[in-house]
């Protein structure tokens, strides 16, 4: 079992940057790949990142050189920073647990509770 808490939303202006982090607890959390996700109002969830064990990312494209996915194996933590935001970046932004690098969430096993992202235009 991992559980996982995001914290690090908020309401932000165009433009502006955000921290999202992921704290994970129960089993090795450097077993996992792990991952990010967002879901807006009316839409499906959809990939943001992920990084694997040994440190290969991925990510979607409408986020490509504007986010960074990172961790921190010593402190169990999942790091999503996020430059430039945009209105359309508005979404719950949940981080995931799972076996294999994957843009589909259901190769995640675990998942948070999710942690709202505004950014206002």
């Known amino acids: 079992q991992v559980q996982l808490v995001e914290s690090g939303g908020g309401l932000v202006q165009t433009g502006g940057s955000l921290r999202l982090s992921c704290a994970a607890s129960g089993r090795t959390f450097s077993m996992y790949v792990m991952g990010w996700f967002r879901q807006a109002p009316g839409k499906e969830r959809e990939f943001v990142a992920a990084?694997?064990?040994?440190?290969?990312?991925s990510y979607a494209d409408s986020v490509k050189g504007r986010f960074t996915i990172s961790g921190d194996n010593a402190k169990r933590t999942l790091y999503l920073q996020m430059n430039s935001l945009k209105p359309e970046d508005t979404a719950v932004y949940y981080c995931?647990?799972?076996?294999?690098?994957?843009?589909?969430?259901?190769?995640?096993?675990?998942w948070g509770q999710g942690t709202q992202v505004t950014v206002s235009s």
């Open positions: 990084i694997d064990s040994g440190g290969i990312t």
């Open positions: 995931a647990a799972g076996i294999g690098i994957s843009a589909y969430g259901s190769s995640y096993d675990y």
